[in-house]
């Protein structure tokens, strides 16, 4: 065993080893004999807070509790042989103290000026303070209440003495080190364990609101009537999602519990409103609702090929018969003759009245819902023979295409001198706030916008005709064109038309259609499609912005809305001179030179039926409801119920 002895001469403490003769030890220092000298007292080390608080720990753990005696004493003793009580007041026997278990965690030291201690060390936290150590029970260093301590993120600033910085490496470190440094500032109490655990039971409650919300994706995949597993995978696609963002906002969100799970909750119909939203865009959009008609019965007497009309019967309402009634009663119905033969057919965006155009320039309006004998109203006048019929979307303005030009006027009260905008060819694309025209001049396209102002605020003073046309003054040229025009794509146009993405589309007579420039950044034209082999001359576009082309040699070309491509069909051999979309947009009335009429499933290329009326048909269009088809039939028009048109599809129609 080694001994400690203190140099007589330096007074330095040499420690002699057992082995080493003591008598011939000398002072490495002064080298001085150890001989003769008393070992030196060992010096005790002083507890420091860490100890002290160890110490009381495992006594205050020890102490049980004082067992009161059961058994009585044999001689119960009288008051008069109690003894006096002592008149001085007793000391109280200190209360063990319960102090909680230290709260040992993992740290780094980033800052030393002392530069004692470095890389990962054990903080413990104990009522006395603040500890760091390498080994249990063996503190380093120790920072007592009242250090000055600041923290910023899990870094801890102290100042006791010198300066160090240390970084918290424990669950919710930024929480810990925040109530350190409230602890050592005497805001609050020691922190615990138990307060920064992961509340793992929150989990369980995010994943039951996921799982309970998950049946909205199903609902949904069941009521747009898709396949069921497409349900599935969007339900587990969102449990996973919503199940994943509400356990972390369980274990990592700074909040209370409370308002984890309000969080919690909110995400879950967050995500679940989002995932509605986007699968509803790719859903196909349901048709809508048509009108049922007034009558639905069939129609109780069939017409004779070879007698008049018969003569209307009383209204069951009490008053004279609408043209509805007629149809749906006798299967068909005929307007009354104009002044020139019908060129061109529509219908009101507004209501249910049939807007027929004449070859003399002349538009008739037949209301449905009046009285059968009441006169129709006159709308604006085309200038020429009418062609097409179209309308402004946001307003009740008729665009009537003619071959003098297009005529732009309200509907229901046209101007004495209506705007036309002349031209060879003319289209417009009447956007809100952005109409446009695209008119054939001189073999050149010209893009300009519509002076709607002239519209609808004509000029005072008027010159004299019929019509109050525009000049160069009057329209105004978009961006980036130029202001001669642009020549016409391999230097012909059998067809002009917008597109409903907005492109202006041109013709050639071998077939192929190519997209001209209406404004925006210059760029050549391109051939946007070359399906068609022979001249395109008519086109259509459905309610949902479908299009549709037809070209001479009887070919139909259906392009379908936000599709790269178009599908191509035969209809027959004649050229195609009408083409017409139904209210929900399922079907296509097509028109050949011929006068034969065939409806058509676009989609799945199939012909439902087809008639060959007597005489010639120079236009067809579906009416206001989609069980109603039009035909011209020369200068009348003959509305006819679908299902009556279709049992009468094997024989010619009456004149």
Known sequence: MRETIACRGCGRRVVVPASLDRQRARCPRCRTKLAGVEAAPPREKAPDAYETFLSQSVQTQTVAPARIPLDLPEEVLSLDDALPADPRPQPIPPVPAFLPPPFRFPVQILRDSEHRLAGQ??????????FLEREPNRPLAYFPPGTPCQSEGSTLHLQAPGRWALRARATQARLLATDIAAFLAGQRPVPLPTEYRRPW????????LALGLAAGPIAMADSA???WWIGLALAAAFALVAGTTNAAIALFAPLANGLKVAAMAAATVGLLVLLLFGASQFMPDAPPPSEPPPNESPPTRKLDPQSPLLAPTPSTRGGPPTWYELIYR????RLDDGGADVTALAVSPTDDSVVVGHADGSVRIWPLDQAYFEAPRLGPRGSGAVHRIDFHPASLLALISGSGGLVVAPLDAPPRAPLLIPGEQVVAMMEPKRERFAAIRNKRIHVRYVPMAMVNEPPEKLSPGPFLTTTSKDEALPLNLPLGGQPLPNGEATFLAWHPSG??????RNGAIAAVRAG?????????SREHTAAVRTWAISPYADFATGDDDGYVGYWPREAKGISKFRTGTAPIKGLSFNECGGELAVLDATGRISVWDPVDRKLQFEVKPKGRVAAAAYGPRDDLLMIA???GVQIWWVPELAEQSQRRLTD
Request: hydrophobic share 55%; aromatic share 4%; with cysteine.
């Open 503 to 508: 492109r202006l589309l041109c013709g050639h």
């Open 121 to 130: 060390l054990h903080a413990v936290l104990t009522p006395h303070g603040l």
């Open 520 to 528: 925006g950044a210059p760029a050549a034209a391109l051939f946007v």
């Open 225 to 227: 009537e898709v396949e």
């Open 633 to 635: 039939d020369g200068k």
């Open 201 to 208: 039971w929150l989990v369980g409650i995010g994943a039951m």
């Open 330 to 333: 006798d299967g068909m119905a």
